[in-house]
T-cell receptor, first 117, second 115 residues
Framework: GQQLNQSPQSMFIQEGEDVSMNCTSS?????WLWYKQDPGEGPVLLIA?????ELTSNGRLTAQFGITRKDSFLNISASIPSDVGIYFC?????????????????FGQGTILTVHP | DTEVTQTPKHLVMGMTNKKSLKCEQH?????MYWYKQKAKKPPELMFV???????INESVPSRFSPECPNSSLLNLHLHALQPEDSALYLC??????????????FGPGTRLTVL
């Protein structure tokens, strides 16, 4: 099956620094999603990308859908302590045709972010 | 509103117990999902319901039994679980369709401990 390589696995940074993480795949996706998960909580959607080459921002977060459709990156600018958590990328293929209507996500292994005040 | 709710928040059960997890969404989404997640690992898909019909069962043991009573509700019935089934169980939903319509929104999860 498809696999996503997410890097780095973990990051230890100082408050105020910028952060960059990325995901690469051996095959293409139609959608790239970035989620953040706090301990004991469910993943929260940060940014969704639906088009190759798309660059999207959400506050201090910026993400891009790679032009080859096999990669995506997430940048966080001016990190703050509440940015701490695990960040997951996820790729999704087009839903199957023939009456079904759902998506199947392939997740990266996650990037654990620690921010020192 | 992109809220998916899950109850209970925490559940402790013995290996002979029968319990159920509940998930609810009122966004009019027609696809609902159950995931299992171990600590510091990505979620693993268990089941997908599309228009209240089971569409995917990822070879999940029969001690996990999903149910979709209506388009807003998703249950996961648990029976004779093993300690290794202890995990965070996540529910998600998506509108149904292509592209943006299949973006999944997750609930807060149920932390399950099997003794």
């Amino acid at each position: 099956g498809q696999q996503l390589n997410q890097s780095p696995q973990s990051m230890f940074i100082q408050e105020g620094e910028d952060v960059s993480m990325n995901c690469t795949s051996s095959s293409i996706f139609n959608t790239w999603l970035w989620y953040k998960q706090d301990p004991g909580e469910g993943p929260v959607l940060l940014i969704a990308l639906y088009k190759a080459g798309e660059l999207t921002s959400n506050g201090r977060l910026t993400a891009q859908f790679g032009i080859t459709r096999k990669d995506s990156f997430l940048n966080i600018s001016a990190s703050i302590p509440s940015d701490v958590g695990i960040y997951f990328c996820a790729g999704q293929l087009r839903a199957p045709t023939g009456g079904t209507s759902y998506g199947k996500l392939t997740f990266g292994q996650g990037t654990i972010l620690t921010v020192h005040p | 509103d992109t809220e998916v709710t899950q109850t209970p928040k925490h559940l402790v059960m013995g290996m002979t117990n029968k319990k159920s997890l509940k998930c609810e969404q009122h966004m009019g989404h027609r696809a609902m999902y159950w995931y299992k997640q171990k600590a510091k690992k990505p979620p693993e898909l268990m089941f997908v319901y599309s228009y209240e019909k089971l569409s995917i069962n990822e070879s999940v043991p029969s001690r996990f039994s999903p149910e979709c009573p209506n388009s807003s509700l998703l249950n996961l019935h648990l029976h004779a679980l093993q300690p290794e089934d202890s995990a965070l169980y996540l529910c998600a939903s998506s509108q149904g369709g292509q592209g943006a319509f299949n973006t999944q929104y997750f609930g807060p999860g149920t932390r399950l401990t099997v003794l």
